[in-house]
């Protein structure tokens, strides 16, 4: 029975956070965003750009691309 509760805890702990409100960007992720925007996609995932990114909680993994991280940031940006 310990197991089943803690099995569902850590499930409704995962659904909390993929439904979670985030927090508005920064103005360094609002500034790659328009630089995006403006064809300033970087080539590579600077050490910079994954500091933005994780600043605003979006976890890089090695298999993203500069593209994927903007797209999450996109994402994050409230309206």
Do not use: C, Y
């Not at 605003?56 to 999450?72: L, Q």
């Amino acid at each position: 029975m310990d197991e089943f509760l803690a099995e569902l805890e850590a499930r409704m702990a995962a659904a909390s956070r993929a439904d979670a409100v985030h927090p508005p960007l920064t103005a360094e992720a609002l500034q790659v965003i328009a630089a995006a925007d403006q064809g300033g996609t970087p080539m590579f995932t600077s050490a910079n750009l994954a500091r933005i990114a994780k600043e605003n909680g979006v976890e890089v993994s090695s298999d993203m691309t500069p593209n994927d991280i903007i797209a999450e940031l996109r994402r994050r940006q409230r309206p």
